[in-house]
């Protein structure tokens, strides 16, 4: 911005520095919001900003990416141990994530899943396959860059041919919504953030076909630390409630869970992340116990690979 230029002979000795201060309080005003501008890995491999979406385990941050950047994006979760028998789940996921502006992004998927279950008495039970779909949506409200924090909202409604429960075959609609929040304590170093969540599904049962709904509220805080560039180590806790019914009608129990996460930058376009996380608190309606291992798992475990392009 061209400025009228004051002869220096005529200019009072407090001018001078309140004409100043003004031009920069007018260049901040006016200046362009600071931005992403590097893919996902880059950016957490080069000093002066990072993406923290993935700087976390299950907790996630506000971040959607560069318009024009597309990525690609495993995602495998394991669950493990329940109250009765042996429970093993993996379910993955594939998803193409697109930022179609930079506070808008659409991202498509599939998914697929493993179980191996033994319950005294019964067969044991091995199955896996393709399972079903979903599409995330994600919009940001604010940005960190430009606000006190960033609050993204994500919106994920998906379809399955398995209940997640017990490994069965169904037909499972629900959806996944969220509040997504973070904000650097230490610019460039420490970053923190907060999730919470609400999911409702109804899943009909192929077998006896029987139609059962149910709802859960999470809330999740996590911590992430540059260690170097492009190597982050963190912790976050979680507390999930699950209900029966879609509207949180009957409280069904309740868990906590502690972990430790770590992120790694393999190439400028590669990343890696990972959380095991242990429930250390919980409670089932109507079971006795220190623990929740009706409803919940013991362990849960989540590893992310992402390549964009």
């Given at each position: 911005?061209?400025?009228?230029?004051t002869?220096?002979?005529?200019?009072?000795?407090?001018?001078?520095?309140?004409?100043?201060?003004?031009?920069?309080?007018?260049?901040?005003?006016?200046?362009?919001?600071?931005?992403?501008?590097?893919?996902?890995?880059?950016?957490?491999?080069?000093?002066?900003?990072?993406?923290?979406?993935?700087?976390?385990?299950?907790?996630?941050?506000?971040?959607?990416?560069?318009?024009?950047?597309?990525?690609?994006?495993?995602?495998?979760?394991?669950?493990?141990?329940k109250?009765?028998?042996?429970?093993?789940?993996?379910?993955?996921?594939?998803?193409?994530?697109?930022?179609?502006?930079?506070?808008?992004?659409?991202?498509?998927?599939?998914?697929?899943?493993?179980?191996?279950?033994?319950?005294?008495?019964?067969?044991?039970?091995?199955?896996?396959?393709?399972?079903g779909?979903?599409?995330?949506?994600?919009?940001r409200?604010?940005?960190?860059?430009?606000?006190?924090?960033?609050?993204?909202?994500?919106?994920v409604?998906?379809?399955?041919?398995?209940?997640?429960?017990?490994?069965?075959?169904?037909?499972?609609?629900?959806?996944?919504?969220?509040?997504?929040?973070?904000?650097?304590?230490?610019?460039?170093?420490?970053?923190?953030?907060?999730?919470?969540?609400?999911?409702?599904?109804?899943?009909?049962?192929?077998?006896?076909?029987?139609?059962?709904?149910?709802?859960?509220?999470?809330?999740?805080?996590?911590?992430?630390?540059?260690?170097?560039p492009?190597?982050?180590?963190?912790?976050?806790?979680?507390?999930?409630?699950?209900?029966?019914?879609?509207?949180?009608?009957?409280?069904?129990?309740q868990?906590?869970?502690?972990?430790?996460?770590?992120?790694?930058?393999?190439?400028?376009?590669?990343?890696?992340?990972?959380?095991?996380?242990?429930?250390?608190?919980?409670?089932?309606?109507?079971?006795?116990?220190?623990?929740?291992?009706?409803?919940?798992?013991?362990?849960?475990?989540?590893?992310?690979?992402?390549?964009?392009?």
């Amino acid at each position: 911005m061209a400025m009228r230029q004051t002869s220096a002979r005529h200019r009072s000795p407090v001018s001078g520095p309140l004409l100043c201060g003004l031009a920069v309080m007018l260049g901040q005003l006016t200046a362009p919001a600071l931005a992403q501008t590097l893919p996902t890995a880059a950016e957490n491999l080069t000093p002066g900003d990072l993406d923290s979406e993935h700087l976390f385990g299950f907790t996630e941050g506000s971040d959607l990416g560069v318009p024009g950047e597309v990525e690609l994006e495993w995602e495998t979760s394991g669950r493990l141990g329940k109250r009765l028998g042996r429970f093993l789940a993996v379910d993955s996921g594939l998803a193409l994530k697109v930022p179609l502006t930079r506070d808008f992004r659409l991202a498509p998927g599939i998914t697929f899943n493993a179980y191996d279950i033994g319950v005294p008495g019964d067969p044991t039970r091995t199955t896996g396959g393709f399972n079903g779909g979903f599409l995330e949506t994600r919009l940001r409200l604010l940005d960190r860059r430009t606000a006190p924090f960033g609050l993204t909202l994500n919106l994920v409604p998906g379809y399955g041919t398995v209940d997640g429960g017990s490994g069965a075959p169904a037909s499972s609609f629900g959806t996944e919504v969220g509040l997504l929040a973070d904000r650097e304590v230490i610019p460039d170093m420490l970053i923190a953030a907060v999730n919470v969540g609400f999911a409702f599904s109804s899943v009909r049962m192929n077998a006896a076909d029987a139609r059962v709904a149910g709802s859960s509220v999470e809330v999740a805080g996590a911590l992430a630390y540059r260690v170097q560039p492009g190597y982050f180590l963190g912790g976050e806790v979680r507390y999930a409630w699950t209900y029966d019914g879609l509207t949180l009608d009957r409280l069904a129990g309740q868990a906590a869970y502690l972990g430790p996460t770590a992120y790694v930058t393999l190439s400028p376009h590669a990343w890696a992340s990972f959380t095991w996380s242990f429930q250390i608190a919980g409670q089932s309606a109507g079971e006795p116990g220190p623990l929740d291992l009706s409803s919940f798992d013991r362990h849960q475990m989540r590893l992310r690979v992402g390549y964009s392009f």
